[in-house]
């Protein structure tokens, strides 16, 4: 099924404010950051597996945050050039 930029965003946005999602994130980048900061310096694969984990979760939220304004952008252009 192939939505519409708008729907995306809408479905998106939700996502970004949904209560058990944020706190999802909210609690696996605290708890990758608590793993982080009680490894030992010699734990090199540990923090870089770590650090790859902060950095996906990072991705997902910016993914969708990017999906939210593309279609913010879509429906401006929409207004302003129904005919384009």
């Known amino acids: 099924m192939i939505l ?3 729907t ?3 479905q998106a946005n939700d996502l ?3 209560e058990l999602l944020v ?8 708890e990758l950051l608590e793993r982080w ?3 030992s ?3 090199s694969e540990a923090r870089e597996s ?3 984990g902060l950095q996906l979760l990072e991705r997902v939220r910016r993914h969708l945050e990017s999906i939210v304004t593309t279609g913010e952008m ?3 252009r929409e207004k302003s050039s129904p005919f384009i």
């Open 4 to 6: 519409d930029q708008e």
């Open 8 to 10: 995306r965003a809408r």
């Open 16 to 18: 970004l404010n949904n």
């Open 23 to 30: 706190e999802a994130f909210d609690t696996l980048r605290q």
């Open 37 to 39: 900061e009680n490894s």
């Open 41 to 43: 310096s010699n734990e």
């Open 50 to 52: 770590i650090w790859l």
């Open 74 to 76: 879509a429906k401006l």
